[in-house]
């Protein structure tokens, strides 16, 4: 798991905000966000708030932490590449399927015809 604490400080430190601005845009108190924090344990509504202010998508919380570099203009196109991805996976799958397919015919067809 991906600690929320470095991901959130380093987005606060590109924002140039500090984790008061940060807490009193989402509406907490100091103790209990640092003590969720501290667990490493938010809801997904707390964690969607924080995203807003930070202006980041919510997938940056779950990337890998040299990656979470996600502009917010740039969050579409990430989307839209894992789209595109998802998309190849599908269609390699497919592939695979109708190549095991027409093997299984064949095979089939010639133990019919021995």
Known sequence: MIPLKAVIEKELERKNLTKKELI????????GFYKMIQRNDIKLSTLEQIGKVLNIPIESFFTNLEKNTVEPDKSLTIWEEKEKNYKNT???LLQTIRHLSLGKRKSTSYALSA
């Open 24 to 31: 009193d845009s989402i509406g907490m108190t100091e103790t």
């Open 90 to 92: 599908i269609e390699n």
